[in-house]
């Protein structure tokens, strides 16, 4: 059906209406800026795109990176009929209705369709099985775009039959060069309004962004519509300006997702590898995001066991004494107290014997040992216990020199094993040193 007037007018003032990030979507490979990784000269991905031989992709990554963006550039360069579905805003029915139009594709015009589903984790395990035949069958090549780990939130067979592309946030200089060109595009940018901007705020706006582009454009567009023309028809955007229109910067942080898991991690890592600053950064991320921080606490306590036990065994109280600080004092004034144990954890001389020792014990509990206790060791604090010759031959350490006397305590099948070897490090020295001098006594 022709197109009327008042639709073409419609599709007109809707163009000029759209916001400054949506006009600069670029619309061709050589447009497109970042994610080399992905999409560089003579990558996979590059070369399908170029050939139109694009195979069922998942593309995940945060926010503001080029996921939609590159999908659209895809519909620009392919041959194929290109459908679009938004996982939040369809269902069932609009999926098996893309599926019967890829089949008519195949059938009337021997064309194959590229189905692009934005935000596919917000599909459901019916939903996405409902796709899972046409792809396997080849009747639609799939793109999903997802900001949750796919590998989390996307069915195994689906996965399975795709290849997924993981896409970075932007660099600083990456939005740089995107600001710069939608500063001095005529046609799609604010080229046409006689914008100069400030290298100060250039890259004041490049940071907050934290790579995200969308921020970044939506903060240019807005600091040019709310900024008046000097006497020579220029509007000037300075840091003070780039700093109203952007105040917060954006924290790539969601406490159920994916992030959550990556920036816990580092934490835990942080304080295992003994590096302080990087430990209180990403506890300082975490905080400032709204993430629980008895979530926090509880980790610092796990890890006070976990990473260093007996080198330093005050971490194991430190880190409970900031957890019953933080529910005696609440934040924000707790995130001293967390701070106090997060620093002196990772500070901490390092040590996982304990860790290691339970482990090997649990494995020689299940595997290695009936498990029955020796007769001297069992309970003798009922009548006739000495009938049954329970506890009869058991030393009492304290009667001994030093508190120690050399017995059996470990089962008959597992006598001579070792669970716990303490390392030379911190206060697990003085512990290792000892028990070697009770071991030489026997």
Not at 81 to 101: C, M, R, W, Y
Not at 273 to 297: R, T, Y
Not at 414 to 428: C, K, Q, R, V
Request: aromatic share 8%.
């Amino acid at each position: 059906m022709q197109a009327s007037i008042f639709d073409m007018t419609y599709d007109r003032n809707t163009e000029q209406n759209e916001p400054l990030a949506a006009r600069m979507r670029p619309k061709t490979l050589e447009e497109f800026c970042g994610q080399e990784q992905v999409v560089g000269q003579g990558k996979m991905l590059n070369r399908l795109i170029r050939t139109d031989r694009l195979t069922s992709a998942i593309f995940y990554g945060p926010p503001g990176t080029g996921k939609t963006t590159l999908a659209n550039i895809i519909a620009n360069q392919t041959k194929a009929d290109f459908k679009i579905l938004n996982a939040v805003t369809s269902g069932k029915k609009d999926i098996e209705a893309a599926i019967k139009q890829a089949k008519n594709n195949i059938a009337l015009y021997n064309r194959k369709t590229i189905l692009f589903i934005d935000e596919i984790h917000r599909f459901n395990k019916s939903q996405q099985d409902a796709l899972l035949p046409s792809v396997e069958k080849g009747e639609i090549i799939l793109i999903g775009a997802t900001t949750e780990n796919p590998y989390f939130e996307i069915n195994s067979a689906l996965l399975s039959r795709s290849t997924v592309f993981e896409f970075f946030p932007l660099t600083e200089k990456d939005i740089r060069q995107i600001i710069l060109r939608a500063v001095h595009d005529q046609e799609k940018g604010l080229g046409a309004m006689h914008v100069q901007i400030t290298d100060e705020a250039l890259d004041h706006l490049a940071l907050m962004a934290n790579g995200d582009v969308r921020r970044a454009l939506n903060a240019l567009e807005l600091a040019v519509l709310s900024s008046d023309k000097n006497a020579d028809g220029v509007i000037e955007i300075d840091l003070d300006v780039a700093q109203e229109c952007i105040q917060k910067k954006a924290l790539d942080y969601d406490k159920t997702g994916d992030n959550h898991y990556d920036t816990i991690s580092a934490f835990i890592k942080s304080i295992r590898g003994s590096d302080p600053d990087a430990a209180l950064f990403w506890m300082a991320k975490m905080l400032n995001a709204g993430e629980d921080p008895k979530f926090i606490a509880r980790r610092m306590i796990i890890s006070a066991s976990e990473d260093i036990g007996n080198a330093e065994p005050m971490a194991l109280v430190v880190a409970v004494s900031a957890a019953q600080a933080l529910d005696m004092v609440g934040l924000p004034e707790a995130r001293i107290n967390l701070s106090q144990a997060v620093t002196f954890l990772a500070s901490a001389p390092k040590s996982n014997a304990s860790n290691v020792g339970i482990q090997r014990a649990s494995h020689a509990v299940r595997y290695d040992s009936n498990g029955q206790v020796p007769a001297h060791l069992k309970d003798a604090h009922y009548q006739g216990s000495a009938k049954l010759n329970r506890g009869t031959t058991y030393k009492f350490p304290h009667d001994y020199p030093n508190h120690y006397v050399s017995q059996q305590y470990l089962p008959t099948d597992l006598i001579d094993a070792e669970f716990y070897s303490p390392t030379s490090i911190g206060y697990e020295k003085k512990i290792k040193e000892r028990l070697q001098r009770l071991k030489e006594s026997k």
